[in-house]
Each structure stands twice: as structure tokens, then as C-alpha cells.
């Protein structure tokens, strides 16, 4: 029988729905186990924040957004004021030409220049954050991470890419299983290199417009995407694999962000947590929001940070409080063994989308 296992608390906000969307999807042919990390909640068609072991491929459980993920750079800057910082941050609007980078288009995968060195809407950002507190300093040394250091955190995904393969799916399967596993997984490793190219031209602008030299990433992670392990399809939607490896767990744009060392076993499908989650629906959160905060407020966080973003519904969408807490979120990792916090970092400017009137 199929297990549902859910690495909460019972401090944590865990929405029933989340829950139901972990059996119903425990009950698909084939399902092995889900479990349900503390960054749980429900999606379309299937629970964000969760990762799901099966002896079928359901690309649904993917979604539409393959190769989304979050990626860390240091940035190496002398000094750091965030209004200044902000002024300068390139329009990530606007795709790039390819030769910008010295990309052929045959160097980008499944040669999808649509909206290549954009991070897109929704919850992605590019934020230059500083690292607050340093909380496993061999694990940050290692890193080349101390406090004070300015770091770049991108999460993005394959912008349209993701989305074609999965609805060419389903105009055919609904949410069915695949029909052709290899082809799909080939045109998924596609986007999910896609995905990743697109975190390092993201970087690679922030960095040209700021004045700081570019670097490879020392954490990148996609948190969206279906692995072959052990005979079976391990299914990720909103989960980092958490395996030894290094990941970004994201707070808000008005609170810390926490890089952990993930050491998640089988009982939790080698994966951790990807961010805070939302607690609030964008619905919820708008209507909330608007009666709880002005523009600027959210514009100016008492981080102190400054939010780039024109778009003044995404505001009200994205604010913080719509978002679980990230401490709650790390506590439950902490105590099931799953990770060990490595550093906080706390935002500087965070770029959702462009502000052209207040340039």
C-alpha cells in the first residue's frame, strides 16, 4: 500500500487541502509513497512542496514550470546601498539576444530563446541578499561564505518551455500517465538545463549592470522535476532534492532565507523543503493585503531592503505574510533530520519585475 508521510510539526500551517491532494495522489496506479514537506500546499492537480515515488510517470506531477529552481552566486560588492543597487538592476523583463553571452542556438537546450535571461512572474525573484548569520561555519568556510557577504539568489524556472511540454500532454492524456516515459524525460532534462542556463545569464546581467564580476553558482537546485531512482519515477514539485547536497530554502522578500545541507533519506524522497510555501491563496492574499498595506510598505520591507516590482497586484500577491513563516519551516527540517542550516541571508533589493516609472 501507498504511504503519505507529512514532516510537519504540529506547529506548522498545514492546509487540509494539501493533505487530501497528498492521499489523492497516494491513490493514483502505481504510487509508492509521498511525502509531504513542511513547506506544504495545495496546487493544481497536485500538492506543492512534496515529492512522490511511483512505478509510473505522471508528468502532472511535475507541472508546468520543469527546471524551476534556485540558484546561489557570490557578489562581490565593496558596498551595498540597497536604493542605489536598486536603481541600477537591469530590466530582467526582457529577454536577451543570445550573442550577448556568446550563445549559438545550438547552445541553448531545445533551442528556446522565448524569454531567455528572464526570471518571470509569480513567486520568482533575483534578490542580492547579505548573509546575516553564519550557523555551521566549516560547512560556510567550505562554501567561501562568511557574515556580511553579499550573495545573489535567483529562482527561476524554463519560462514557457515547461509549460508547452506539459500542456502537450495533456491535450492528449489529461493527467494521465505518460505514454512514451523517454520522451518525455528527454524533452524534461531539456527544460530542466534550460532552467539552469537561464539562472547564469540572469546572474550574469545582474552582475554587468551592478559592476560585479560574474561567478558560477555555489548552490543551484531545481526543485521541479522527475527523477529515475531505484527502478522508480521520483516526482518533484516544489521539493529540492535533499540528498547531500546544498540548497537555498527561500524565505520572503521581507524575511531571511536559509542555505542548509540537506540530508534527506528514502522515508522523504531524498528531498527537502523549497521555500516558506503560501498560506494564503493569491486571491486571499491580494484582497488581505490591500487592507493590511500600503504600496509602500511593501516596496520598503523593515529589513530595510527595497523590492523592485511595477507590477502593484504582484505586490499584494507576493507579500510576505502570504507566506508561512521560514523559521517554522527550518525548525521542522532541524527536527526530522532532514537538514542542517548552513547561513541566513537577509534581502537587499529583490527584483520581481520592472519599475520603469520610478527609474
Given at each position: 500500500?501507498?504511504?503519505?508521510?507529512?514532516?510537519?510539526?504540529?506547529?506548522?500551517?498545514?492546509?487540509?487541502?494539501?493533505?487530501?491532494?497528498?492521499?489523492?495522489?497516494a491513490?493514483?496506479?502505481?504510487?509508492?509513497?509521498?511525502?509531504g514537506?513542511?513547506?506544504?500546499?495545495?496546487?493544481?492537480?497536485?500538492?506543492?512542496?512534496?515529492?512522490?515515488?511511483?512505478?509510473?510517470?505522471?508528468?502532472?506531477?511535475?507541472?508546468?514550470?520543469?527546471?524551476c529552481?534556485?540558484?546561489?552566486?557570490?557578489?562581490?560588492?565593496?558596498?551595498?546601498?540597497?536604493?542605489?543597487?536598486?536603481?541600477?538592476?537591469?530590466?530582467?523583463?526582457?529577454?536577451?539576444?543570445?550573442?550577448?553571452?556568446?550563445?549559438?542556438e545550438?547552445?541553448?537546450?531545445?533551442?528556446?530563446?522565448?524569454?531567455?535571461?528572464?526570471?518571470?512572474?509569480?513567486?520568482?525573484?533575483a534578490?542580492?541578499?547579505?548573509?546575516?548569520?553564519?550557523?555551521?561555519?566549516?560547512?560556510?568556510?567550505?562554501?567561501?561564505?562568511?557574515?556580511?557577504?553579499?550573495?545573489?539568489?535567483?529562482?527561476?524556472?524554463?519560462?514557457?518551455?515547461?509549460?508547452?511540454?506539459?500542456?502537450?500532454?495533456?491535450?492528449?492524456?489529461?493527467?494521465?500517465?505518460?505514454?512514451?516515459?523517454?520522451?518525455?524525460?528527454?524533452?524534461?532534462?531539456?527544460?530542466?538545463?534550460?532552467?539552469?542556463?537561464?539562472?547564469?545569464?540572469?546572474?550574469?546581467?545582474?552582475?554587468?549592470?551592478?559592476?560585479?564580476?560574474?561567478?558560477?553558482?555555489?548552490?543551484?537546485q531545481?526543485?521541479?522535476?522527475?527523477?529515475?531512482?531505484?527502478?522508480?519515477?521520483?516526482?518533484?514539485?516544489?521539493?529540492?532534492?535533499?540528498?547531500?547536497?546544498?540548497?537555498?530554502?527561500?524565505?520572503?522578500?521581507?524575511?531571511?532565507?536559509?542555505?542548509?545541507?540537506?540530508?534527506?533519506?528514502?522515508?522523504?524522497?531524498?528531498?527537502?523543503?523549497?521555500?516558506?510555501?503560501?498560506?494564503?491563496?493569491?486571491?486571499?492574499?491580494?484582497?488581505?493585503?490591500?487592507?493590511?498595506?500600503?504600496?509602500?510598505?511593501?516596496?520598503?520591507?523593515?529589513?530595510?531592503?527595497?523590492?523592485?516590482?511595477?507590477?502593484?497586484?504582484?505586490?499584494?500577491?507576493?507579500?510576505?505574510?502570504?507566506?508561512?513563516?521560514?523559521?517554522?519551516?527550518?525548525?521542522?527540517?532541524?527536527?526530522?533530520?532532514?537538514?542542517?542550516?548552513?547561513?541566513?541571508t537577509?534581502?537587499?533589493?529583490?527584483?520581481?519585475?520592472?519599475d520603469?516609472?520610478?527609474?
Amino acid at each position: 500500500m501507498p504511504t503519505v508521510t507529512v514532516f510537519a510539526s504540529d506547529d506548522s500551517w498545514i492546509e487540509s487541502g494539501a493533505v487530501t491532494q497528498c492521499h489523492q495522489v497516494a491513490a493514483l496506479d502505481g504510487m509508492l509513497h509521498v511525502a509531504g514537506m513542511p513547506d506544504l500546499h495545495p496546487g493544481k492537480g497536485a500538492p506543492i512542496g512534496a515529492a512522490m515515488t511511483s512505478t509510473v510517470l505522471y508528468p502532472h506531477l511535475v507541472g508546468s514550470d520543469i527546471g524551476c529552481g534556485i540558484a546561489v552566486f557570490p557578489f562581490p560588492l565593496k558596498r551595498a546601498v540597497p536604493e542605489r543597487l536598486a536603481a541600477r538592476f537591469p530590466d530582467l523583463d526582457v529577454p536577451i539576444d543570445p550573442a550577448w553571452a556568446d550563445l549559438g542556438e545550438d547552445d541553448v537546450p531545445a533551442g528556446h530563446l522565448e524569454g531567455l535571461g528572464t526570471v518571470g512572474r509569480g513567486n520568482h525573484f533575483a534578490e542580492l541578499a547579505r548573509v546575516k548569520e553564519v550557523l555551521d561555519a566549516g560547512h560556510a568556510a567550505r562554501l567561501g561564505l562568511a557574515a556580511g557577504d553579499l550573495v545573489l539568489i535567483v529562482h527561476s524556472g524554463s519560462r514557457g518551455l515547461g509549460e508547452r511540454i506539459l500542456r502537450e500532454h495533456t491535450e492528449v492524456h489529461g493527467a494521465g500517465p505518460a505514454a512514451d516515459p523517454a520522451g518525455y524525460l528527454a524533452r524534461h532534462d531539456a527544460a530542466v538545463a534550460w532552467g539552469a542556463l537561464n539562472r547564469r545569464l540572469i546572474a550574469a546581467r545582474v552582475a554587468d549592470a551592478l559592476g560585479a564580476a560574474p561567478a558560477e553558482p555555489i548552490v543551484d537546485q531545481c526543485h521541479n522535476l522527475v527523477e529515475v531512482r531505484d527502478g522508480a519515477y521520483l516526482h518533484r514539485k516544489g521539493a529540492a532534492p535533499g540528498d547531500g547536497r546544498d540548497v537555498l530554502v527561500a524565505g520572503t522578500r521581507g524575511t531571511a532565507s536559509y542555505l542548509v545541507a540537506a540530508h534527506a533519506a528514502a522515508h522523504a524522497g531524498h528531498s527537502v523543503a523549497h521555500g516558506a510555501g503560501r498560506k494564503m491563496s493569491r486571491a486571499d492574499a491580494l484582497v488581505r493585503n490591500r487592507a493590511k498595506h500600503t504600496v509602500e510598505q511593501l516596496r520598503r520591507p523593515p529589513t530595510g531592503s527595497v523590492v523592485v516590482c511595477g507590477d502593484r497586484q504582484l505586490l499584494f500577491e507576493e507579500a510576505p505574510g502570504a507566506y508561512k513563516r521560514i523559521e517554522q519551516v527550518i525548525r521542522d527540517l532541524v527536527a526530522h533530520g532532514l537538514a542542517t542550516p548552513v547561513v541566513s541571508t537577509v534581502p537587499v533589493v529583490t527584483y520581481k519585475t520592472a519599475d520603469k516609472g520610478r527609474r
